[in-house]
Each structure stands twice: as structure tokens, then as C-alpha cells.
């Protein structure tokens, strides 16, 4: 680098360059040795001066290339690279040692020194050195220009007792001392200061080398400025997709979102609590992060509510960023009972706006006064807008999940509506020929029965009646299902009537005593003694009985084991329901069967139809009742008819 070039750092205003410039103080140098030298003599001098020149200026080549490789190669640590430009300088500079010193635009700050004692940097460490004004650095914060000062020892910042200047004479030895500043476009940003243990002032080319310097230590340090800016922006980028990631895996599960988003933004943000309000009337979800166990608790006491008394008040009321830098300096604050359990001074609320409107805010707190930065409200201004996109998923979500049941309930309705139109149909032919066939089969054996009795000698009459009287009797059971299938087509009401319960319960048995003797079967009855009166179909109830009394006979003929019982009961269901339940100890119904038994054609007997029930749920429901089944105990099935009772049924059972 050519001497007194600027390269990598601002060219400094005449303001600030105080000292002459090298080229001519060493011109006017020259000029007054020729006048006592020979023309040879001249010359020697001139080449030693170039010689001594050229190669200061591939030291300091040397030494700038050094601090711009480090510059370059630096992740992000300025300090290798302060380390280096200071030890460049003091060597460049014939100095004994030297500091960097970051200036915040109240006080100097130590951040890198060569050659000197601890004792001093301890002296500077022990408070913010705000330097005195006849100091060197004082001086130079006044003029923005390097000073230099020939003898410390003389100077009035060391007669009146500075500690910095008296350490640095007394403790360090120093006397000659220079401090240039290093600058950012137009603001102060620092200095470099070099110290001489003797009283030997610094040359202007010194000067310019040590400006050099600055000009290079300013670009570390906005390099390392910059690549931390991008570091967090990176890692911000990063933990946004994150959020969308789990947004996306877990629209199900909404808590785990917002709390996820919470711990994120806390950590980016700097901050050590976190807590997410929800409006409840939006969503219900509340979340918070870090502090003590009871966070959540004195949280959630913190309700969703306009007001000027809390952060988050405030945001909810105005919609926007509100930062409080310390919520004890503030008059207005309220929550001072959770503030004394969790302990935090900055506070910053963002709210969670759709449409514009606030459905909940996030709070940011930290527990000693440093407030947030622009660039994290600006954060935590997103993440909340995360927040709101994540809980709009999961409320879409969980209305498409109402609407689909909804449907889908209205699509098993319609099946199940077509399916019975189709067992209307297809079954009526099915279904006559399987309720006809129970009488037709009974007149046919009566029939040959009173045959046989005919043909005894002498023939048994009695025998004849009897069987003739059972023909006749399934005749008329055979008719009645064909008038009982036709009411089942008719309009609902159609044929109804006032029916005793008892008495319907015990014609049905008594019809079917012979079946229950023919098959070692005990029939018990449980009647209630006032009897209670329902409105409806005689015959269909009838059939209806009928059918589950014949499922159970044959359910406990197909097995062996046990006594064989089936019991009859009705009993009040309630003020205006009763329960005709028929229960056999049979093997009760087969687990894979037990679901769709109620399903039309679905049968386990090699003969049967898959009907009965069929017809009997049918029944049973366009009387306004239910038909269900359930094991019975020890064994067996117990089917339950619960048919509205014509008036309330009388408690009294038996
Ligand atoms: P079907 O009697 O023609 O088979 P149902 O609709 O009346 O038609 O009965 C359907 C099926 O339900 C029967 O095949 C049988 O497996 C079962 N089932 C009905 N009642 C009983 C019962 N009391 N015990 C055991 N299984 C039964």
C-alpha cells in the first residue's frame, strides 16, 4: 500500500488530520539538509531515506495483508484481528505498547491491548472510563482528530490526577502517547492509542499508519457485525422453518404448535419468559415458556382483556407492538402481583391479528430492563403471525372434520334408508314365504296327525279335534302374516290400536307352549301386575314376539348344555317407555355376527332367511321404539323391545 493511502477505511477530512502530511515534512527535511551537504553526500542521504522508506513501506505491506487475511478468513471473532493490528502498529510505530478502545458514545471500553500491565487494565476495567478532557483521548473525542502527546508526565490530565493517565505513567511508564480515532462513515466508533515508555514523539508517517490501522479494524468490525446480522437472520430462517414444518405435521394438535412457536420465539428473541393468551371466544389454547413452575398458573390467571393495565392489555387494545422497558417504572401497570412472582422488568406484547383484529398476544418478558430491539419485535411480530396462521388451520380443520361427519352421516342414513327400500322389495317375496312357512308346516303335521287318529280303530275323535282346531288356528297365524307384511307397507299408523302388554305377552307364549314342551324349554313370565297399554300393531307386535321367541328356541335346541329356560319379561322404561325383554339361556349370539344381526339377510342357520330381525327392528321402530340385544348372564341372549308406553306405566312391577 502506497504511504498515506487510505485503502480500507474512510479518507479523513482536513478537520481531523491535524498532523502535516508525511511527503512534505520529509521533503522539507531534505531541503534543509542540502544545505549543509555535498551533492554525493545529498544523494547518499536521499537513497539511504528512499531505501529506509520503501522498506517501512513493505513492513507495513506485510503487516496490512496480514490484518486483511485475517479479515477475511475471521468467522465472526474480531478479536485475533485486533490482537494483530495492534501488535502491527506498535511495531510499525516503534511504540512500547498500545489499546483499542470501542467508544459507545458515553465512555471508552477496552477491547484489546498489547504490552500492558494487568494493574492498568484493571484501573480501566473498574468502571466505564469517561475521559478526562485534557487527555489524550479526551481530546481527541473533542477534536474527532488523532492527538499527540510528546510527554504524559507533563500533560494537565496527569498534574490533575486522572486515574487512567496516572496508570498509565506510573504503572506502565509510559510518556510519549498518540490516540487516533477510528471511524464508521461520520460516527466515532473507537480508537487506537499507542504508547511510548520515553519522550520521543510519533512521526506523521506514524500517524498515518496507526489511521491505517483504524480504518481496518473499523471494517472487522463491521464484517463481524455483518456476518452476525446474518448468522441470526440465517438462524431466524431456520427456526421459521421449523414453525412451517411443524405447522404442517401437526395441524391436529395445535398446543403442541403454539408451544413449540413460543420456545422459539422466547429463545431468537432474547427473551426468558414467554406466555401466548388466547382470546377464547377465537381458541382456547394458552401457552407459556420458562421462569418458575407457576408460571402457567399465575399465566393463565392473566385473561384476554382490552385494558391499559397490562402489556398485554395494551397490544390487545391497540393491535400493534407494545414494548414497556421496565413495567415498575410504569404508573399505569397493574399486574403487580404477577410481576413479583415471576420477576420481569422489560416486557413486549405482539398480537395475533386476523383481519386485523386481535385474537390473542404473545408476551416477551426478561427479567432485567433491556429492551427489545426493533429487529425482534420485528421477529416476534412474525412468529405471532405464525400463531394466528397455525390456529386458522386447526379451526378449518377441525369444521372440515365436523362437515365430513356430518356427511358421512347423512351418506350411512341414506345406505341405510336404500337398503330398506331394497328389503322392502326384494324381501317381501322372501319374507312371506318364511313367516307362511312356520303355519303351513304346523297344518300340514296337524293335518296328518288327524289322519292317523282317523284311521285308528275305533278312530280317536278328540285326537281329530284337536289337531283339526291347531289346523285351523295356523290358518288364521298364516293369513295374519299376510296382513301383517301388508301393514308393514302401509302408512304407520295404519291398523293401530289400544294393546294390553300383558295380554299380548302371554297369547304369544301360549301359542308357542306346545313348541317350548316339544323341546324341553321351561317359559317364564315377569309381569308387571297393573298392566300397562301401548298404542300399535297387534298382529306385527305379535310377529315380532313371535320371531325372537322362535330364535330363541332354536338358539337353545342347537345346544346341548344346560337347563334350558327362556323368560319373558316387561317392566316400565322410564315414566313413558316400557321394555318387553325376551332372554334365553342359550349360547347367546356370535361375537363376529353381533354387530349386523339386525341386518336383513344375514342368518347363521343353514336354512334360515336373515329376516326375522330384519322385520322385527322395522316393526319395532315404526312403533317409536328400539329393538337391541345384549348377553344375557350366566349365558344366552337377552333382546329388549322398549315400545312408548299410551300412558305413563304404572312403577309397580308384579
Ligand atoms: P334367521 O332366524 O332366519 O337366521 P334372524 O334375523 O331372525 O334370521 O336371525 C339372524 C341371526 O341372529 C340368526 O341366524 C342367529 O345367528 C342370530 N340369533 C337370533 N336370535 C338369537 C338368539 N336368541 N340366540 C343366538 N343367536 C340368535
Same mark, same amino acid.
Given at each position: 500500500?502506497?504511504?498515506?493511502?487510505?485503502?480500507?477505511?474512510?479518507?479523513?477530512?482536513?478537520?481531523?488530520?491535524?498532523?502535516?502530511?508525511?511527503?512534505?515534512?520529509?521533503?522539507?527535511?531534505?531541503?534543509?539538509?542540502?544545505?549543509?551537504?555535498?551533492?554525493?553526500?545529498?544523494?547518499?542521504?536521499?537513497?539511504?531515506?528512499? !531505501? #529506509?522508506?520503501?522498506? &517501512?513501506?513493505?513492513?507495513?505491506? @506485510? =503487516?496490512?495483508? /496480514? %490484518?486483511?487475511?485475517?479479515?477475511?478468513?475471521?468467522?465472526?471473532?474480531?478479536?485475533?484481528?485486533?490482537?494483530?493490528?495492534?501488535?502491527?502498529?506498535?511495531?510499525?510505530?516503534?511504540?512500547?505498547?498500545?489499546?483499542?478502545?470501542?467508544?459507545?458514545?458515553?465512555?471508552?471500553?477496552?477491547?484489546?491491548?498489547?504490552?500492558?500491565?494487568?494493574?492498568?487494565?484493571?484501573?480501566?476495567?473498574?468502571?466505564?472510563?469517561?475521559?478526562?478532557?485534557?487527555?489524550?483521548?479526551?481530546?481527541?473525542?473533542?477534536?474527532?482528530?488523532?492527538?499527540?502527546?510528546?510527554?504524559?508526565?507533563? !500533560? #494537565?490530565?496527569?498534574? &490533575?490526577?486522572?486515574?487512567?493517565? @496516572? =496508570?498509565?505513567? /506510573? %504503572?506502565?511508564?509510559?510518556?510519549?502517547?498518540?490516540?487516533?480515532?477510528?471511524?464508521?462513515?461520520?460516527?466515532?466508533?473507537?480508537?487506537?492509542?499507542?504508547?511510548?515508555?520515553?519522550?520521543?514523539?510519533?512521526?506523521?508517517?506514524?500517524?498515518?499508519?496507526?489511521?491505517?490501522?483504524?480504518?481496518?479494524?473499523?471494517?472487522?468490525?463491521?464484517?463481524?457485525?455483518?456476518?452476525?446480522?446474518?448468522?441470526?437472520?440465517?438462524?431466524?430462517?431456520?427456526?421459521?422453518?421449523?414453525?412451517?414444518?411443524?405447522?404442517?405435521?401437526?395441524?391436529?394438535?395445535?398446543?403442541?404448535?403454539? !408451544?413449540?412457536?413460543?420456545?422459539?420465539?422466547?429463545?431468537?428473541?432474547? =427473551?426468558?419468559?414467554?406466555?401466548?393468551?388466547?382470546?377464547?371466544?377465537?381458541?382456547?389454547?394458552?401457552?407459556?415458556?420458562?421462569?418458575?413452575?407457576?408460571?402457567?398458573?399465575?399465566?393463565?390467571?392473566?385473561?384476554?382483556?382490552?385494558?391499559?393495565?397490562?402489556?398485554?392489555?395494551?397490544?390487545?387494545?391497540?393491535?400493534?407492538?407494545?414494548?414497556?422497558?421496565?413495567?415498575?417504572?410504569?404508573?399505569?401497570?397493574?399486574?403487580?402481583?404477577?410481576?413479583?412472582?415471576?420477576?420481569?422488568?422489560?416486557?413486549?406484547?405482539?398480537?395475533?391479528?386476523?383481519?386485523?383484529?386481535?385474537?390473542?398476544?404473545?408476551?416477551?418478558?426478561?427479567?432485567?430492563?433491556?429492551?427489545?430491539?426493533?429487529?425482534?419485535?420485528?421477529?416476534?411480530?412474525?412468529?405471532?403471525?405464525?400463531?394466528?396462521?397455525?390456529?386458522?388451520?386447526?379451526?378449518?380443520?377441525?369444521?372440515?372434520?365436523?362437515?365430513?361427519?356430518?356427511?358421512?352421516?347423512?351418506?350411512?342414513?341414506?345406505?341405510?334408508?336404500?337398503?330398506?327400500?331394497?328389503?322392502?322389495?326384494?324381501?317381501?317375496?322372501?319374507?312371506?314365504?318364511?313367516?307362511?312357512?312356520?303355519?303351513?308346516?304346523?297344518?300340514?303335521?296337524?293335518?296328518?296327525?288327524?289322519?292317523?287318529?282317523?284311521?285308528?280303530?275305533?278312530?280317536?275323535?278328540?285326537?281329530?279335534?284337536?289337531?283339526?282346531?291347531?289346523?285351523?288356528?295356523?290358518?288364521?297365524?298364516?293369513?295374519?302374516?299376510?296382513?301383517?307384511?301388508?301393514?308393514?307397507?302401509?302408512?304407520?299408523?295404519?291398523?293401530?290400536?289400544?294393546?294390553?302388554?300383558?295380554?299380548?305377552?302371554?297369547?304369544?307364549?301360549?301359542?308357542?307352549?306346545?313348541?317350548?314342551?316339544?323341546?324341553?324349554?321351561?317359559?317364564?313370565?315377569?309381569?308387571?301386575?297393573?298392566?300397562?297399554?301401548?298404542?300399535?300393531?297387534?298382529?306385527?307386535?305379535?310377529?315380532?314376539?313371535?320371531?325372537?321367541?322362535?330364535?330363541?328356541?332354536?338358539?337353545?335346541?342347537?345346544?346341548?348344555?344346560?337347563?334350558?329356560?327362556?323368560?319373558?319379561?316387561?317392566?316400565?322404561?322410564?315414566?313413558?317407555?316400557?321394555?318387553?325383554?325376551?332372554?334365553?339361556?342359550?349360547?347367546?349370539?356370535?361375537?363376529?355376527?353381533?354387530?349386523?344381526?339386525?341386518?336383513?339377510?344375514?342368518?347363521?342357520?343353514?336354512?334360515?332367511?336373515?329376516?326375522?330381525?330384519?322385520?322385527?327392528?322395522?316393526?319395532?321402530?315404526?312403533?317409536?321404539?328400539?329393538?337391541?340385544?345384549?348377553?344375557?348372564?350366566?349365558?344366552?341372549?337377552?333382546?329388549?323391545?322398549?315400545?312408548?308406553?299410551?300412558?305413563?306405566?304404572?312403577?309397580?312391577?308384579?
Amino acid at each position: 500500500m502506497a504511504r498515506g493511502s487510505k485503502a480500507g477505511g474512510k479518507p479523513l477530512g482536513g478537520r481531523r488530520r491535524k498532523t502535516p502530511g508525511r511527503k512534505r515534512h520529509s521533503h522539507q527535511n531534505a531541503v534543509r539538509r542540502g544545505g549543509v551537504a555535498s551533492v554525493a553526500g545529498r544523494r547518499k542521504v536521499v537513497v539511504s531515506r528512499l !531505501d #529506509r522508506e520503501l522498506k &517501512e513501506v513493505a513492513e507495513q505491506q @506485510v =503487516a496490512t495483508s /496480514e %490484518v486483511l487475511r485475517l479479515i477475511s478468513s475471521s468467522s465472526g471473532d474480531v478479536q485475533p484481528i485486533f490482537a494483530s493490528i495492534l501488535a502491527s502498529a506498535v511495531r510499525l510505530c516503534a511504540a512500547d505498547n498500545g489499546v483499542i478502545n470501542r467508544w459507545d458514545g458515553g465512555a471508552l471500553h477496552l477491547i484489546a491491548t498489547h504490552n500492558m500491565p494487568q494493574a492498568f487494565i484493571d484501573v480501566r476495567n473498574q468502571s466505564p472510563y469517561r475521559p478526562h478532557q485534557h487527555s489524550a483521548s479526551g481530546r481527541m473525542l473533542a477534536s474527532k482528530a488523532p492527538v499527540h502527546i510528546a510527554d504524559l508526565a507533563e !500533560d #494537565r490530565s496527569y498534574l &490533575e490526577g486522572n486515574p487512567p493517565t @496516572v =496508570a498509565a505513567v /506510573e %504503572v506502565v511508564g509510559i510518556r510519549t502517547t498518540l490516540a487516533v480515532p477510528m471511524w464508521k462513515g461520520d460516527e466515532l466508533v473507537g480508537s487506537i492509542s499507542l504508547g511510548r515508555n520515553e519522550v520521543r514523539p510519533f512521526t506523521s508517517g506514524q500517524i498515518e499508519v496507526v489511521q491505517n490501522f483504524a480504518a481496518q479494524a473499523v471494517v472487522a468490525i463491521e464484517n463481524a457485525r455483518l456476518l452476525h446480522e446474518l448468522r441470526e437472520t440465517l438462524e431466524q430462517q431456520v427456526a421459521a422453518a421449523d414453525v412451517l414444518k411443524i405447522i404442517s405435521r401437526s395441524t391436529f394438535d395445535l398446543q403442541t404448535v403454539l !408451544d413449540t412457536l413460543l420456545e422459539l420465539v422466547v429463545r431468537l428473541c432474547g =427473551a426468558e419468559l414467554g406466555a401466548l393468551h388466547p382470546k377464547r371466544a377465537n381458541f382456547r389454547a394458552f401457552a407459556t415458556y420458562g421462569g418458575p413452575a407457576s408460571h402457567n398458573e399465575v399465566a393463565s390467571t392473566v385473561l384476554f382483556e382490552p385494558d391499559s393495565g397490562s402489556v398485554m392489555g395494551r397490544t390487545a387494545l391497540e393491535g400493534r407492538p407494545v414494548q414497556v422497558a421496565d413495567v415498575l417504572a410504569d404508573p399505569q401497570y397493574q399486574l403487580q402481583a404477577a410481576q413479583q412472582q415471576l420477576g420481569y422488568r422489560t416486557c413486549l406484547g405482539v398480537p395475533l391479528l386476523r383481519d386485523g383484529e386481535p385474537i390473542g398476544v404473545i408476551v416477551l418478558m426478561r427479567s432485567t430492563v433491556r429492551p427489545f430491539t426493533d429487529r425482534q419485535i420485528q421477529l416476534a411480530q412474525n412468529f405471532a403471525d405464525q400463531a394466528v396462521v397455525a390456529i386458522e388451520n386447526a379451526r378449518l380443520l377441525t369444521e372440515l372434520r365436523q362437515r365430513t361427519d356430518a356427511l358421512s352421516r347423512t351418506v350411512a342414513e341414506l345406505q341405510r334408508e336404500r337398503k330398506n327400500k331394497l328389503m322392502n322389495l326384494e324381501a317381501m317375496a322372501a319374507s312371506i314365504s318364511h313367516e307362511v312357512r312356520q303355519p303351513l308346516a304346523s297344518i300340514a303335521s296337524n293335518g296328518g296327525a288327524a289322519i292317523r287318529f282317523l284311521g285308528h280303530a275305533p278312530p280317536n275323535l278328540e285326537e281329530v279335534r284337536s289337531a283339526l282346531n291347531r289346523m285351523v288356528s295356523e290358518s288364521h297365524r298364516a293369513s295374519q302374516v299376510f296382513d301383517n307384511i301388508r301393514a308393514l307397507f302401509e302408512k304407520a299408523e295404519q291398523g293401530h290400536e289400544s294393546i294390553d302388554v300383558n295380554d299380548l305377552v302371554r297369547s304369544v307364549l301360549s301359542g308357542l307352549q306346545g313348541e317350548l314342551d316339544d323341546h324341553g324349554i321351561t317359559g317364564r313370565l315377569d309381569l308387571p301386575r297393573d298392566s300397562p297399554s301401548i298404542t300399535g300393531h297387534k298382529g306385527q307386535l305379535q310377529e315380532v314376539l313371535v320371531n325372537l321367541i322362535h330364535n330363541a328356541i332354536e338358539a337353545m335346541r342347537a345346544d346341548e348344555a344346560g337347563r334350558r329356560l327362556l323368560q319373558v319379561s316387561v317392566r316400565p322404561g322410564g315414566a313413558d317407555k316400557l321394555i318387553v325383554a325376551v332372554e334365553d339361556s342359550g349360547p347367546g349370539i356370535d361375537a363376529k355376527q353381533a354387530a349386523n344381526i339386525f341386518d336383513a339377510f344375514v342368518t347363521t342357520k343353514p336354512h334360515g332367511m336373515g329376516l326375522g330381525l330384519a322385520l322385527s327392528r322395522m316393526i319395532v321402530e315404526r312403533h317409536g321404539g328400539q329393538l337391541s340385544v345384549s348377553p344375557a348372564q350366566p349365558r344366552g341372549a337377552v333382546f329388549r323391545m322398549v315400545l312408548p308406553t299410551a300412558q305413563p306405566s304404572s312403577k309397580a312391577s308384579r
